[in-house]
């Protein structure tokens, strides 16, 4: 069951290396520089070739997933991807037509916004490729085409499994796009799922780590807020951050786009309020190192999140928390896992039922 560890959530983290390697299987050639996912109805190449738009709709944690998908999609293939909250685009008037390709991502495939919001894509006269983790669920026996994340049964209530899983998925369906639309030649592809390929073993050696966060628990579980800072395609795992901190441990948590704290956020800064910084190194090093000295210089407490052996970044951080040196379009993947055990181990700390926290259910049905 738990398989030893505390918590199913402890375990489906660790599981992650595994999962993203079932969720590669049999779909990535990196010789080939390409991704198969099989047939799927109505979605054939020539299709794709007149395909104007994408929307992506999901909820919570799968819409952050969603996001950094855009990311990767709009790089590698050139096509326009939004991505819109299922509970909010099933209530206007969204413009949608058959050269649109409608992506609900969901763990449970069940989710009552997000098959909602699919169906009525569907009547607009979309495609639909459901990325779902639950086998036979409504939204795959609704949809043209389904990816499988195959992350398998997934008990935590925060998701974690799921949404590496849903990264890697949108990270083939990058490149899969991305070679159909001609935007990637072989070698780009190729290089692209070489760095995936190295992701589990990359994954495996970060959950060795336990001390620091333990560490960071104890020092910071009885603070009433959070800001988690992130840039790029470092802001929707900011977001996600915070989402797991307050679902788990209750306490208040904002997810903000670095760019934006001058905007507002720069005015909750004083020596109580921990800012997690999401800084690895990438395009917006330079922009998001600014954002530790505007809070270094209002005495906040800084938690960075920096690629190994930065050692700029330590004369302004409290703690530092280490992910290796990948490409950015990899950083999501590692810096989530980071995100993950700092939430875990907070909760923990402060003795929440992590599995089952209050008011919270795994699939939300209703709406
Ligand atoms: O099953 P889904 O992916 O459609 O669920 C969407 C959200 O309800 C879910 O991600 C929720 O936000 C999680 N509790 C996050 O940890």
Redesign the pocket.
């Known amino acids: 069951e738990k398989q030893g560890y505390k918590h199913f959530m402890l375990k489906e983290i660790h599981e992650q290396p595994e999962r993203i390697t079932d969720t590669l299987r049999g779909r990535v050639s990196v010789d080939r520089g390409d991704v198969d996912f099989g047939p799927m109805e109505g979605i054939e190449d020539g299709w794709l070739d007149t395909l104007e738009r994408i929307v992506f709709v999901?909820?919570?944690?799968?819409?952050?997933a969603a996001q950094i998908a855009k990311y990767i999609i709009e790089d590698f293939s050139r096509v326009p991807v939004d991505v819109e909250l299922?509970s909010e685009f099933r209530y206007r008037n969204p413009i949608i037509n058959e050269r649109t390709l409608c992506v609900?991502?969901?763990?449970?495939?069940?989710?009552a916004d997000?098959l909602a919001a699919m169906r009525l894509a569907m009547e607009l006269g979309a495609k639909t490729i459901a990325v779902?983790?639950?086998v036979e669920s409504t939204m795959t026996r609704e949809a043209d085409g389904v990816i499988y994340t195959h992350a398998g049964p997934e008990i935590?209530?925060?998701?974690?499994k799921?949404?590496s899983t849903?990264l890697v998925v949108g990270l083939m369906l990058g490149v899969w796009l991305g070679r159909r639309r001609g935007v990637l030649d072989e070698e780009g592809g190729r290089e692209i799922l070489e760095a995936l390929r190295d992701v589990p073993q990359t994954m495996s050696k970060m959950l060795h780590e336990k001390a620091i966060y333990k560490h960071i628990a104890y020092n910071f579980s009885d603070v009433n807020s959070f800001l988690y800072l992130g840039r790029g395609n470092l802001y929707p795992i900011a977001a996600?951050g915070a989402?797991?901190l307050k679902?788990i441990s209750y306490i208040h948590a904002e997810g903000y786009a670095a760019g934006e704290m001058k905007h507002g956020p720069i005015a909750l800064i004083d020596e109580s309020l921990p800012v997690v910084v999401l800084i690895p190194k990438n395009r917006v090093y330079e922009k998001v190192f600014s954002n530790l000295e505007e809070v270094k210089a209002r005495q906040g407490r800084l938690i960075v999140v920096a690629t190994e052996g930065d050692d700029d970044v330590r004369e302004f951080a409290d703690v530092v928390l280490e992910i290796p040196d990948v490409p950015e379009y990899i950083q999501p993947l590692l810096t989530v896992v980071v995100m993950q055990l700092l939430a875990y181990h907070i909760a923990d700390f402060k003795g929440t039922d992590v599995d089952q926290?209050r008011n919270?259910?795994?699939?939300?049905t209703v709406e």
């Open positions: 999901a909820c919570g944690t799968s819409y952050y299922a609900p991502m969901s763990q449970s495939g069940e989710t997000t779902c983790n639950v935590g209530v925060a998701s974690t799921a949404f849903q996600e989402l797991k679902e926290p919270l259910a795994k699939s939300v």
